[in-house]
């Protein structure tokens, strides 16, 4: 939702927009669990081994994202520089 239009609102209207904001979360979540459930129960039923990552993999991987961000913070600019400091936070 737009930050603005957000403080406009009446404070019932606030907490009404931040308590469906946390259910939709919530349920969001919920549906990403189950729905990566049943793409690994896919892959096992076709023969694929799954596994979690080690700890250095999975290190290499954090690198590798951390790299691809910054790159794309410059290409964005103050915009994206604005969007992952909301998302760190």
Do not use: C, H, Y
């Not at 239009?5 to 009446?10: E, G, N, T, V």
């Not at 404070?11 to 009404?16: E, F, M, N, Y």
């Amino acid at each position: 939702m737009n930050e603005a239009a957000f403080k406009r609102l009446p404070a019932d209207g606030q907490a009404a927009v931040l308590d469906a904001a946390a259910k939709a979360e919530a349920r969001g979540w919920k549906m990403a669990e189950e729905l990566t459930g049943k793409q690994i129960q896919t892959l096992k039923d076709k023969g694929m081994t799954v596994t979690t990552p080690s700890p250095e993999f999975r290190a290499q991987l954090e690198r590798i994202g951390a790299t691809l961000t910054e790159e794309w913070v410059k290409k964005a600019g103050d915009v994206g520089q604005g969007v992952i400091k909301k998302m760190r936070e």
